[in-house]
Each structure stands twice: as structure tokens, then as C-alpha cells.
């Protein structure tokens, strides 16, 4: 397949601006730019995909650059409801520097800040050598702007897609850029990037959108109860970036599999029929999760990732060291452990309501503690039993866990 092909058949695009663009893709070099704004000091697993595609590109000879948006993300891009939060100038800085090392590191290509070249134009500039170029019905008609009209918006966010469109025209004069990529969302601001280009520059550029991913219940892939799953594995350990991806749901895992691996066609179709025939193997999961953790963190990262799920899978706390124990059991309850008898222990952290409770869970072997199952209610609990002295693992049941550390 040709590049273009091979993008369609992913799924993963979603408009072009010219149909010029195929042959180009194909037959071409171009530069290209993608970009993010620096809300956070970390991407999250919803970029991935937008941002894999510059390794895609990049692997069929095309020049990508990353842009972290120190200028845009001072403002906001227009949220579809209401205004956005400002950050202040000090974080947007932090998340700056943070992006930058994180962009370099896991795809290798250079950055660039917009705040660079934005910092020392003035208003009168901003109004008489960009502004003057874009027509604010033009503006008007770009749905992230109309759909706010009626709740209002303010001239800071307004501005915004014409911000954005400055970054298109620089990069054009000064990396040669012609290709913008980037997700769905971010049409319009790529649109009036090629408008003010073509009247300022009397040049064609072009841009090209893909799909957002999204969870089998349309919302965005990755959005966990309110919690996004993070790129940095200092904050969102491979092992919870396992967890998330091993339990993807059957109607979109072949999806993400040609979204979010370099898996080839053949491939992809191989494990689609193997996951058909036996879907409890979970095989696609399976695969997914290694090819992202692996692009993302590492071999290593991603076989411990399996470690830790294998031994908690079977049970076999006392195959983990403490950091592992603390790295897969991070979001249970957790309470602070002090010597006492089993039931005193069960009842004090509420593992159990009452010392009856207790003694019914203990009757039907349904406590046990780093793996061990606990039948007597005096036996005494101290850290002697913990891992490492430090912490022991309750579980109650077949799922509810719950942490204790002794000081």
C-alpha cells in the first residue's frame, strides 16, 4: 500500500484540504507540523494517536516538527461550551519544558514554541500584519466559534484560530513547512492557517485532520473516570497503562490496533481472526498493550507491566517486591497499620463493619493478607508480616483490596 492508503485503511483520516494532497504524501517529501498546547507538563494516551502519526509520516520520508503552543496555550483554544480557564504564565513555562523533553524523548523529533516568535509582536502588529488579512465573518462561520455565540465568547479565545494560523504561515517561512496535521477538533484553526498563507504569501498550504479515538461508549479514548491516563510513567505507571489497555473493549480493539501500532495490515487481520475465533484469549489486548507500552516506555517497562498482572492475577503477592505491590495496588483504599489482632485490624479500617462481620468473612475464608488466607480472628497483625516491614495486602472477597503501611 501506499502511504495514503495505508492511513485511509487505519482510519485515520479524516479530512484533507486538496485532493492534492494524496500524490503528495505519496510522491513528495513535505514538512510538516503537529502540535499540542501546554496544558499539562505531560501528554496523555488521547495524543498518542495524534502524535504517532508524525512517526507514520516520518518513516515514509516526510520532515515532522512538534510544536508546543507556549503562546496559544496562554490563551486557550475555544472549549465547545464555555470559556476556558487561564493558566498562568509560570505553568504554561513548567508544562513547556516538560512537553518538550517528553515530545524529544519518545518520538525523537525536533520541537518548536510558538511563544518563540510570538513574544515580541505587539497589538498594532498583530492587528495590521495578520489581522487585516482574515475577515471576521470567515471567522465566524468556523464551528468552534458559532457554537459559542449564544453563551458568548470573548475576543481572547476568538483570536485564537488566528493565532494559530500565524504559526503556520512562520513555520512555512522558516522550517518550509506546508502540512498541517492534527485531530479532528483543530480543523478550523488549520483552515485559517492556509487562508492567511494564500493571502498573505499567495501560497498553498495544506492540512490534514484524523479522527478522534474514541471508547466504545463515544467518549474521548483515554478520559477515565475523569482521570486521563498520562504519556509520563512517573505518572501513569506502565503497569496502569496495562490495565487500561487489557480490558479494551472488543468493539474497539482491532481499531485501536491500526490507530496505535505499527502493526502491518497482514498482521492486524492475522490477530482479528484469532481474536474472533477465541475473544476470551484476548490476544488483541494483549498485543495492543505491548506494542504501546513497548513504543512508549520500553521492553523492559512492558514485561514488568506483565509481571506485576501475572502475580496478581494468581495471587502471588509474595512474588512482588514492594515497589511493584505499591505500583499495582496505588488506587485501592489504603489505611495506616498498627499492631493488632485480625478482627480488631478488619473492623478499625473498615475492611469489616462489625467484630460480626469480621468473624463471618473470616468463617468463609474470605480475608486473606499478602496472598496467606486468615482464619483467625486474634491472630496478630503486625510488621513482621508486611512486605519489607511496610506494607501488607488485604483482600476481602474475590476483588476489594484495600492497603495498609506501617510507618
Not at 58 to 84: F, N
Not at 300 to 318: D, G, Q
Not at 329 to 339: G, H, L, R
Not at 340 to 362: K, Q
Amino acid at each position: 500500500m501506499t502511504l495514503y492508503e495505508d492511513l485511509k485503511w487505519r482510519g485515520l483520516i479524516k479530512d484533507i484540504s486538496s485532493p492534492e494532497l494524496e500524490k503528495k504524501l505519496n510522491e513528495e517529501k513535505l514538512t510538516f507540523y503537529i502540535g499540542t498546547d501546554p496544558t499539562a507538563d505531560s501528554m496523555h494516551i488521547g495524543h498518542f494517536s495524534s502524535f504517532l502519526i508524525a512517526t507514520r509520516l516520518a518513516r515514509y520520508g516526510h520532515r515532522p516538527i512538534l510544536l508546543v503552543g507556549g503562546a496559544t496555550g496562554l490563551i486557550g483554544d475555544p472549549k465547545p461550551s464555555q470559556e476556558r480557564q487561564m493558566i498562568s504564565k509560570e505553568e504554561v513555562l513548567k508544562n513547556v519544558e516538560g512537553l518538550t523533553r517528553q515530545a524529544e524523548r519518545i518520538f525523537g523529533f525536533e520541537v518548536v514554541n510558538n511563544y518563540d516568535w510570538t513574544k515580541d509582536i505587539t497589538i498594532l502588529d498583530f492587528l495590521r500584519d495578520y489581522g487585516k488579512y482574515i475577515n471576521v465573518n470567515y471567522m465566524l462561520d468556523k464551528d468552534i466559534i458559532s457554537r459559542r455565540l449564544d453563551s458568548g465568547i470573548t475576543f481572547c479565545e476568538f483570536a485564537y484560530t488566528l493565532l494559530q494560523g500565524m504559526d503556520f504561515v512562520h513555520l512555512y517561512e522558516d522550517k518550509g513547512v506546508t502540512l498541517q496535521v492534527a485531530g479532528s477538533d483543530q480543523w478550523g484553526n488549520i483552515t485559517t492557517g492556509i487562508e492567511l498563507a494564500r493571502k498573505m504569501k499567495d501560497v498553498e498550504l495544506f492540512g490534514m485532520t484524523m479522527p478522534l479515538v474514541l471508547d466504545a461508549n463515544g467518549v474521548k479514548f483515554g478520559k477515565t473516570e475523569g482521570n486521563a491516563l498520562w504519556l509520563d510513567k512517573e505518572k501513569t505507571s506502565s503497569y496502569e497503562l496495562y490495565q487500561y489497555l487489557i480490558n479494551t473493549d472488543d468493539r474497539c480493539v482491532i481499531d485501536y490496533l491500526k490507530k496505535l501500532t505499527f502493526l502491518t495490515k497482514e498482521e492486524i487481520l492475522e490477530i482479528e481472526k484469532k481474536h474472533t475465533e477465541h475473544p476470551e484469549d484476548r490476544l488483541a489486548q494483549k498485543s495492543l498493550a505491548k506494542e504501546v507500552i513497548t513504543f512508549l516506555h520500553g521492553e523492559e517497562e512492558y514485561l514488568h507491566a506483565v509481571h506485576i498482572s501475572e502475580a496478581l492475577f494468581s495471587e502471588n503477592i509474595k512474588d512482588l517486591t514492594l515497589a511493584e505491590i505499591e505500583d499495582g495496588f496505588k488506587s485501592v483504599p489504603n489505611f495506616s497499620a498498627k499492631p493488632l489482632p485480625l478482627i480488631d485490624l478488619l473492623v478499625e479500617n473498615g475492611i469489616a463493619t462489625s467484630r460480626r462481620e469480621a468473624r463471618e468473612f473470616l468463617n468463609a475464608g474470605s480475608i486473606s493478607i499478602n496472598g496467606d488466607k486468615m482464619t483467625d480472628e486474634n491472630q496478630m497483625i503486625d510488621s513482621s508480616m508486611a512486605k519489607e516491614g511496610k506494607v501488607i495486602i488485604v483482600r476481602k472477597g474475590k476483588k476489594k483490596y484495600y492497603m495498609g503501611i506501617f510507618e
